[in-house]
C-alpha cells in the first residue's frame, strides 16, 4: 500500500537555526513528490515537485531533495514566518488517474 | 498556478442537515479535487471530479453522502448529505492546471452541532 510519513511531528527552532524534515514514502513508483506549506486556518501553499532522484528545488530559505525512499526539507536560518505546517504528498506512477497521497506533516514554530 | 475560491468559507449546520459547497477556479481545468481535512490531521481525497463524466469516489466515501457536480471546466460543488458532528471538518478543493502539482483553495470550515 502507497504510503507517506513525515518526521518530526512538530518542530520548535530557534529563529536562525537551520534543521531538516524528513519525508519517507513508500510507492511502487513514484511520479511526482510535493512540498506544501500550510498556515492555520488556509488551504496548503504548493512550494515544490521533485521528480527523480537526486534531484533540488530552492526557493528563498528552503531547500528540498530527494532520494529513492525519502525527501528532505532543509529550512536554513529560519524566521518566525517560516511558521506553517509543512506537508509533503506523493503521486504514484501505478494510478491511472492523478491521486495524490498526503503525509500527516511537520508542524513547525519558529521563536524570534 | 491557479486561484482558487471558494463558498462558504464556513458553516455551522443542524445534524441531518445538506450543505453544499462551491468550488470556482480562474482558468478551465480537467480534474478538480476534493478532500477533507479532519481537526489536526492532514488531507484525505474525497473524490476527482472531471467535467461531463461522474465523480471518481474514493474508498470509504460514497456518492449518496458526498454528491459532486461538475458542469464546466471552471466549477464544481460538493454536498455533505444528511450530516453528523463526524462531518465536521475543513473541505477544501484543489485543481490541477499544468504540470503535476495541484493548487488549493482556502477551504471551507463545517461544524455540524
Known amino acids: 500500500e502507497d504510503q507517506v510519513t513525515q518526521s518530526p511531528e512538530a518542530l520548535r527552532l530557534q529563529e536562525g537555526e537551520s534543521s531538516s524534515l524528513n519525508c519517507s514514502y513508500t510507492?511502487?513508483?513514484?511520479?511526482?513528490l510535493f512540498w506544501y506549506r500550510q498556515d492555520p486556518g488556509k488551504g496548503p501553499e504548493f512550494l515544490f515537485t521533485?521528480?527523480?532522484a537526486g534531484e533540488e528545488k530552492e526557493k528563498e530559505r528552503l531547500k528540498a531533495t530527494l532520494t529513492k525512499k525519502e525527501s528532505f526539507l532543509h529550512i536554513t536560518a529560519p524566521k518566525p514566518e517560516d511558521s506553517a505546517t509543512y506537508l509533503c504528498a506523493v503521486q504514484a506512477s501505478e494510478t491511472s488517474y492523478d491521486k495524490v497521497i498526503f503525509g500527516p506533516g511537520t508542524s513547525l514554530s519558529v521563536i524570534p | 498556478s491557479a486561484v482558487i475560491s471558494q463558498k462558504p468559507s464556513r458553516d455551522i449546520c443542524q445534524r441531518g442537515t445538506s450543505l453544499t459547497i462551491q468550488c470556482q477556479v480562474d482558468s478551465q481545468v480537467t480534474m478538480m479535487f476534493w478532500y477533507r481535512q479532519q481537526p489536526g490531521q492532514s488531507l484525505t481525497l474525497i473524490a476527482t471530479a472531471n467535467q461531463g463524466s461522474e465523480a471518481t469516489y474514493e474508498s470509504g466515501f460514497v456518492i449518496d453522502k458526498f454528491p459532486i457536480s461538475r458542469p464546466n471546466l471552471t466549477f464544481s460543488t460538493l454536498t455533505v448529505s444528511n450530516m453528523s458532528p463526524e462531518d465536521s471538518s475543513i473541505y477544501l478543493c484543489s485543481v490541477e492546471p499544468g504540470g503535476a502539482e495541484q493548487y488549493f483553495g482556502p477551504g471551507t470550515r463545517l461544524t455540524v452541532t
Open positions: 521533485l521528480y527523480s
Open positions: 510507492v511502487s513508483g513514484l511520479r511526482g
